[in-house]
């Protein structure tokens, strides 16, 4: 697989999020086994950027990471994140917790599960409220400086705040979401509204144009769900989702919401149709041609996904295919 550059370490330009092998995606295919032979497929393929963090399966899947690297964890970049909780696994709650003492102690929790005496980038999951940033990025720097984390992300942030935290201890990488129907990170507007389920601080505002920024910068951008959960593959025709997939709550998959954006994947699939690709590749590569820093973490728990997934890589998009995407209608629908 072709490689990005992340601080200094090559890594498969296209990378793997782990989250629904624990938690929010059909729960009921969670397959422990299959998913660590997923992981370490990948790792085979090249795809060696990891994402995870506590709150998928309340610890589930860092431990899950951590058993597929036993043995190879010299191989991957492992990211995990802090700063949100999950109040309860029942309910799914979550609750923003920048402290100091949350964030050194949730590092010593997530070495553990991960069974690594360092964690390669340590995101800010989301910022607090409640505390300064300041000094939830000073505790996280101290861990840096102590060696337990090689570097510091942060996640959903806007520019502002990027600045704020990179004036104080370098920002390697900003993690958002970014895909052909969410493009707020661009600098384009709309399709943010909404917080992450069981998230009550409120609405995020509008983060300006964080790609540009971490250009400018010399921090990687790693756009989570650039597969706009799965719509934009094509395969997502109805909104009959089980009980436990958190889709089924998005405005954007509600019956007429979803019978809208199709509009939005006709355009994907034509473009796919004159590579010979899928609709799946052709929208990663879409989020790679917005730079050489951009490092998508497109997730899934099936080998034949995961392949397709990282053959994005070696698709290269034309001017005009490029003009075309961005030039789909505006999603029906906010994201949460």
Same mark, same amino acid.
């Given at each position: 697989?072709?490689?990005?550059?992340?601080?200094?370490?090559?890594?498969?330009?296209?990378?793997?999020?782990?989250?629904?092998?624990?938690?929010?995606?059909?729960?009921?295919?969670?397959?422990?086994?299959?998913?660590?032979?997923?992981?370490?497929?990948?790792?085979?393929?090249?795809?060696?950027?990891?994402?995870?963090?506590?709150?998928?399966?309340?610890?589930?899947?860092?431990?899950?990471?951590?058993?597929?690297?036993?043995?190879?964890?010299?191989?991957?970049?492992?990211?995990?994140?802090?700063?949100?909780?999950?109040?309860?696994?029942?309910?799914?709650?979550?609750?923003?917790?920048?402290?100091?003492?949350?964030?050194?102690?949730?590092?010593?929790?997530?070495?553990?599960?991960?069974?690594?005496?360092?964690?390669?980038?340590?995101?800010?999951?989301?910022?607090?409220?409640? /505390?300064?940033?300041?000094?939830?990025?000073?505790?996280?720097?101290?861990?840096?400086?102590?060696?337990?984390?090689?570097?510091?992300?942060?996640?959903? /942030?806007?520019?502002?705040?990027?600045?704020? !935290?990179?004036?104080?201890?370098?920002?390697?990488?900003?993690?958002?979401?970014?895909?052909?129907?969410?493009?707020?990170?661009?600098?384009?507007?709309?399709?943010?509204?909404?917080?992450?389920?069981?998230?009550?601080?409120?609405?995020?505002?509008?983060?300006?144009?964080?790609?540009?920024?971490?250009?400018?910068?010399?921090?990687?951008?790693?756009?989570?769900?650039?597969?706009?959960?799965?719509?934009?593959?094509?395969?997502?025709?109805?909104?009959?989702?089980?009980?436990?997939?958190?889709?089924?709550?998005?405005?954007?998959?509600?019956?007429?919401?979803?019978?809208?954006?199709?509009?939005?994947?006709?355009? /994907?699939?034509? /473009?796919? !149709?004159?590579?010979?690709?899928?609709?799946?590749?052709?929208?990663?590569?879409?989020?790679?041609?917005?730079?050489?820093?951009?490092?998508?973490?497109?997730?899934?728990?099936?080998?034949?996904?995961?392949?397709?997934?990282?053959?994005? !890589?070696?698709?290269?998009?034309?001017?005009?295919?490029?003009?075309?995407?961005?030039?789909?209608?505006?999603?029906?629908?906010?994201?949460?």
């Amino acid at each position: 697989m072709r490689t990005r550059d992340f601080g200094g370490t090559p890594v498969g330009a296209v990378g793997l999020g782990c989250m629904g092998m624990s938690w929010a995606y059909t729960e009921s295919e969670r397959d422990d086994d299959a998913s660590v032979a997923l992981i370490r497929e990948a790792l085979d393929l090249g795809v060696t950027f990891l994402d995870t963090a506590q709150p998928y399966g309340d610890g589930h899947n860092e431990a899950l990471v951590g058993r597929a690297l036993a043995g190879r964890r010299e191989e991957a970049v492992v990211a995990t994140k802090t700063g949100l909780v999950v109040e309860s696994p029942d309910t799914r709650n979550l609750v923003r917790n920048g402290t100091p003492e949350h964030v050194k102690a949730s590092a010593e929790d997530s070495l553990r599960r991960l069974g690594t005496d360092a964690i390669d980038l340590y995101y800010l999951h989301r910022v607090d409220p409640q /505390v300064p940033l300041a000094d939830t990025w000073g505790a996280m720097a101290e861990l840096v400086a102590e060696g337990k984390v090689r570097r510091l992300g942060l996640s959903e /942030v806007g520019v502002a705040q990027a600045a704020e !935290a990179h004036a104080i201890h370098p920002v390697a990488a900003v993690q958002s979401e970014m895909s052909l129907w969410t493009r707020d990170a661009l600098g384009v507007s709309g399709g943010m509204s909404g917080t992450l389920p069981g998230d009550t601080t409120g609405p995020a505002e509008g983060p300006g144009d964080v790609v540009g920024w971490c250009a400018a910068n010399g921090a990687a951008f790693v756009p989570f769900s650039p597969l706009g959960r799965g719509f934009l593959t094509g395969t997502v025709t109805t909104a009959d989702f089980e009980e436990t997939d958190f889709r089924g709550g998005n405005p954007r998959f509600q019956e007429d919401a979803l019978k809208a954006n199709l509009r939005i994947v006709d355009v /994907v699939k034509a /473009v796919a !149709a004159r590579h010979g690709a899928t609709p799946a590749q052709v929208a990663i590569a879409w989020t790679l041609a917005q730079g050489e820093h951009v490092i998508p973490i497109p997730g899934t728990k099936k080998q034949k996904y995961l392949r397709d997934n990282a053959g994005a !890589a070696a698709l290269d998009l034309t001017g005009a295919d490029l003009a075309e995407l961005d030039g789909v209608p505006a999603p029906v629908g906010g994201r949460y």
